[in-house]
């Protein structure tokens, strides 16, 4: 049977010829019942705590056992967005390849273009060249042959003095005929 701090301080002694003095065991149990029950509320106020400290330890083991879920649901997660990172980087990179392709294609195409172009140019201006020179020369032709002297033609020389003759004045009043 436990003693409780009440049973303690209740207990009497029998008494007998020359035993305890009573008001010193008195005394003594009274000690003894407040120093009991002193270390009786300690004891359940440690229980409390531990039985408290025993609860908080199961809501952290419960909250660890959560955090670790998380953790691997996030590195998963992780795991998936770097895999669709790399996805999608390869698909971008393989667009801009084909971009770069299409415009590279085009940029040669414009190329071959203007290069046919000066060549036309060139031709064109060749024979622009050739046309203005033939032209020039034409013109120098005639040009020298306007400023040679005509070589002399006595038949039109004859007939230039013809016209070219003083006239004579007819007489006046003359032997008119009629």
Do not use: C
């Not at 531990?50 to 959560?66: D, K, P, W």
């Not at 622009?128 to 020298?144: D, G, N, P, Y």
């Not at 040679?148 to 006595?154: F, G, L, S, T, W």
Request: without cysteine; negative net charge.
């Amino acid at each position: 049977m436990r003693l409780t701090p009440l049973d303690i301080q209740n207990h009497h002694f029998a008494q007998s010829w020359r035993g305890y003095d009573p008001a010193e065991v008195e005394t003594f149990l009274r000690m003894a019942a407040e120093d009991y029950e002193a270390l009786v509320r300690e004891r359940d106020a440690l229980r409390e705590t531990v039985r408290h400290l025993e609860s908080r330890i199961g809501e952290l083991a419960s909250q660890e056992q959560t955090l670790r879920e998380t953790l691997v649901t996030a590195q998963a997660l992780a795991e998936d967005l770097k895999r669709t990172a790399m996805k999608e980087s390869e698909v971008l990179i393989g667009q801009a390849e084909v971009k770069a392709e299409k415009i590279l294609d085009a940029a040669h195409r414009r190329a071959a273009k203007l290069a046919e172009d000066i060549r036309e140019m060139k031709g064109v201006r060749s024979r622009l060249a050739s046309a203005v020179r033939t032209t020039i020369e034409t013109h120098l032709a005639l040009l020298e042959g306007l400023a040679e002297e005509p070589a002399e033609d006595p038949l039109l020389d004859g007939k230039v003095a013809f016209l070219t003759r003083p006239t004579q004045p007819k007489a006046a009043g003359g032997t008119g005929g009629a």
